[in-house]
């Protein structure tokens, strides 16, 4: 089992940015891949970028190719993204996920709460 907790979100105006963080615990050296997903309201939970533990190869979205960077930290078990030229169709919670080797399924944090507005 890992345990994943996430933290970063907040208002930010259009244009700004944000650096969301995870931090896992528990088995993080099976940790496989880390994502992150956004949800917003009354849509689908949706990627946004993914990172191979690893390696720290990367993955994006087509809507956050350029603005958007993920980023690993294997001394604290930490994965990051950071936002930049947040716009209001960011605006959602923003979940990240981990799956271990020799799993199915992926472990979800509780998410935070991203909300661009003016």
């Known amino acids: 089992q890992v345990r994943l907790v996430e933290s970063g979100g907040g208002l930010v105006q259009p244009g700004g940015s944000l650096r969301l963080s995870c931090t896992a615990s528990?088995?993080?050296?099976?940790?496989?891949?880390m994502d992150w997903f956004r949800q917003a309201p009354g849509k689908e939970r949706e990627f946004v970028a993914k990172?191979?533990?690893?390696?720290?190869?990367?993955t994006y979205a087509d809507n956050a190719k350029g603005r958007f960077t993920i980023s690993r930290d294997t001394t604290t078990n930490t994965v990051y993204l950071q936002m930049n030229n947040l716009q209001p169709e960011d605006t959602a919670v923003y979940y990240c996920?981990?799956?271990?080797?020799?799993?199915?399924?992926?472990?979800w944090g509780q998410g935070t709460q991203v909300t661009v507005s003016s």
């Open positions: 996920n981990a799956r271990l080797r020799g799993e199915m399924n992926a472990h």
């Open positions: 528990g088995r993080t050296s099976s940790i496989n891949t």
């Open positions: 990172i191979i533990w690893r390696t720290g190869y990367t």
